[in-house]
């Protein structure tokens, strides 16, 4: 496998460095789903593996036939009606036309679940997206339980906003239930370290950066782990343009300016005559410099 394959930015589960952070969420997460207690939120900044980690347990759970897990990807429903029946169609429940017989066909499912002793789990990604009906829906669903266990776990993962709105007063009911929250931080200069030989392991390939690379990398990334990979991809590639077995700090360096660039840069049709030319021309001139 190539190097270049080893900082793909794409939710390859296979690349997911669990650090001891996100092994306490799986562990929470974990927690609730096998003790049936209901509601669990993971929280945590742009960047920072909560998709990947909401992908790693649906997994888990959707493999196991002792459990019917389903996956909101992005919850952009505008009603609490067309939100509960895009839960309804993720388990494969019938909907209705009115939202209290579709409310029925939601709960007999469940009660179906437990008696065929199932645990069902539903998975929400983007959760900050969710609009005030929508968290009253989820308290409502969360409500269907027999004497003994919840007959639905929810778990619910998003950006800092989703704390901001749970904490609004007209939430309170549904903080109650929460039964866990974990907390996703950034990684310290050990784990970002530790990703990367993770990552070169998983390809197969030896880890090509030097100490003070791996250095510039986490203070350039801040420890945000997409933002690192994706100055490492840069940086790879620099490295390979000049024909680098091992990739010192300079060409991070190098990474980092060209992409702090490009960041800023306008769209290519509204840019003058001659500015792509002078990018390039640029960035040879700083490659000629390494």
């Not at 207690?37 to 959707?62: A, C, F, P, W």
């Not at 620099?238 to 360096?253: A, F, Q, T, W």
């Amino acid at each position: 496998m190539a190097l270049e394959s080893a900082f793909s930015i794409s939710p390859n589960p296979r690349f997911f460095y669990i650090t001891p952070n996100i092994q306490a969420a799986i562990a929470k997460t974990n927690y609730v789903i096998r003790t049936n207690q209901g509601l669990t939120t993971i929280i945590g900044d742009v960047g920072l593996g909560k998709t990947s980690l909401l992908r790693l347990l649906y997994n888990e759970y959707d493999d196991k036939p002792e459990f019917n897990a389903a996956f909101i990807v992005n919850p952009k429903q505008t009603s609490e009606t067309a939100f509960l029946k895009a839960i309804c169609t993720e388990f494969g429940v019938p909907t209705r036309r009115s939202q209290r017989e579709t409310e029925y066909e939601l709960r007999n499912f469940l009660i179906e679940q437990a008696q065929a002793e199932r645990t069902v789990v539903l998975f929400i990604d983007e959760a900050q997206q969710l609009r005030g009906p929508m968290f009253e829906q989820i308290r409502q669903i969360l409500n269907y339980e027999t004497d003994d266990r919840k007959l639905l776990n929810v778990i619910m993962a998003g950006q800092i906003e989703l704390r901001y709105k749970l904490a609004d007063k007209s939430k309170r009911a549904l903080v109650s239930r929460i039964a866990v929250t974990s907390n996703l931080d950034a990684l310290t200069l050990g784990d970002t370290l530790g990703m990367i030989n993770f990552r070169c392991h998983v390809a197969n390939v030896e880890n090509p950066f030097e100490p003070g690379a791996v250095e510039a990398i986490y203070n350039y990334s801040k420890g945000i782990p997409r933002e690192a990979i994706k100055l490492c991809a840069m940086a790879v590639q620099y490295g390979l343009l000049n024909n680098l077995k091992v990739i010192p700090r300079e060409i991070v360096d190098l990474a980092q300016t060209d992409m702090a660039y490009l960041s800023e840069m306008p769209v290519e049709k509204t840019m003058p005559n001659g500015t792509m030319k002078q990018t390039r021309e640029l960035t040879n001139e700083r490659r000629a410099k390494v």
